[in-house]
């Protein structure tokens, strides 16, 4: 008889329980099974709260990109730069509404956008309309910089926090830097709502315009006027009664993903698979949403996702650079390789903070066993 095959273990499935199901509830039983009411007003509250920033709480992080787009004016002729080493989302609505992207490439100690080569993208683009820096599997980019940068250059800095909820920058919050933010709560992502996200900014004007055009552009006025079309794009209030709940258990979500990318750590350092931490600066404390290690050689990486695919463990290379996508051929890239390695030889583990001791333990033996 063929063997049983173990349950999965997925790269970074949901946590949720008995607190979510609660509110859950509570929103339906309110009568507001709607993109609107109590919790999603809750929700942008802690948002506010755990950010620093005005927060307006979204159908997902890409509809929050679309909505600081639409805020910037983004549109055909317009040029974005980017990071390269990151979700195609990040350039995505941008690129939907027509602009060019001009990739940069990641920083060799920290994972991040390199700040030399940013530098040098913007001193040689004719009028950028934003640049979209990308936090990385948890950890901050180089906010300092990338502000006094931008300001210099008088360029938009929008950040994509959506893989940075929880972490902070020396000790601002993720995301509290340049004009605006994006979090994204996607199933997999540290805190999630099931599909979601958020527009943060310090100005509470530009926020309350991005929750206007989430809501239809609708002027305030009791029949429907509209002298923009907007977006429907608010969250919904039943999903805004999950965020409120994992928000109360991120903390503990926190101790979990840190004593998971640990445990891997340890194990990588005891053991004959010599993988080491994806780079980190010291100027963030990383959420660890993923433990990601890098490989002395693809070879090694390759085998290493086979161990773990051989027992039905999920694991997934390092983000395929943007300017290596299809879709992206012959756009502008400066650097490159830095992040090219980072795809060749990066692997990120199964990061889930409901995983068991009995998970790790299977994972690990899969791995060095
Ligand atoms: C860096 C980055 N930007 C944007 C997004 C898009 O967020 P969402 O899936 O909530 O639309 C994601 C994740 O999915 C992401 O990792």
Known sequence: MAAMQKKRIFLSPPWVGARERALVAQA???GYVAPCGPMVDAFDRRLAELSGQHAAAVASGTAALDLLMAELGVGPRATVISSTLTFAATVGPAVK??????????????GTISIPLLEKALA?????????????????????ALEELCARRHVPLVLDAAESVGATYKSRPAGLAGIAAVYSFNGNKIVTTSGGGAVLSRDPELVARARWRAQQAREPVTWYEHREIGY???????????????????????????????????????????ALPFPCADHTRSTNWLSVFLFPSETLRDR???RLAAANVECRPVWKPLHLQPVFAGCRVYGGKVAEDFFRRGLCLPSGAGLTRADLARIAEAIVG
């Open 28 to 30: 339906f039983d309110s």
């Open 304 to 306: 290493t996702a086979a």
């Open 97 to 110: 509404r027509g602009a060019k992207p001009v990739f940069v490439d990641s920083d060799s100690a920290t």
């Open 124 to 144: 040689e683009t004719r009028r950028p309309a934003v640049v979209i820096a990308a936090d990385l599997y948890g950890q901050c980019c180089d906010y300092d």
């Open 232 to 274: 429907n794009y608010r969250m919904s209030n039943l999903l805004a009664a999950v965020g409120c709940a994992q928000l109360d258990r991120l903390p503990e979500i926190l101790r979990r993903k840190r004593r998971i990318f640990a445990f891997y750590a340890r194990l990588f350092g005891q053991s004959h698979v010599p």
